[in-house]
Nanobody, 127 residues
Framework: QVQLVESGGGQVQPGGALRLSCALS????????IVWFRQIPGKEHEEVSC??????RPWYADFVRGRFTFSKDKNMVYLQMRSLEADDSGVYYC??????????????????????WGKGTPVTVSR
């Protein structure tokens, strides 16, 4: 059984930093994609960053590029967030998808059928 569990959220002042973690258990797929989403109140959830086993290079949304860093170490996925702004507040989720071999070439930001989701970790950026 695949489970994703996020942690590391909290409250931080503008300009501060947080590192979110996502623990993957039962995740033994050779071909996969992993994504960080966020849900801001009153808005649709938006994709923040993702990675595919195809090329291994993280993709970043424009609104976080240069501030956030996606990394993966074995069964842990991280989102290092720096220079946080009030607009970054929300609930952050990690999600994952098993890919067919031929789908590895699809840019991860274009994938939409995420099979597995965590329950999220809240981030609040305020003074």
């Amino acid at each position: 059984q695949v489970q994703l569990v996020e942690s590391g959220g909290g409250q931080v002042q503008p300009g501060g930093a947080l590192r979110l973690s996502c623990a993957l258990s039962g995740f033994t797929f050779r071909h996969y994609a992993i994504v960080w989403f966020r849900q801001i109140p009153g808005k649709e959830h938006e994709e923040v960053s993702c990675i595919s086993s195809g090329d291994g290079r993280p993709w970043y949304a424009d609104f976080v590029r240069g501030r956030f860093t996606f990394s993966k170490d074995k069964n842990m996925v991280y989102l290092q967030m720096r220079s946080l702004e009030a607009d970054d507040s929300g609930v952050y989720y990690c999600a994952a998808e098993q890919l067919a071999y031929g789908d590895q070439s699809i840019p991860c930001q274009l994938l939409f059928d995420w099979d597995y989701w965590g329950k999220g970790t809240p981030v609040t950026v305020s003074r």
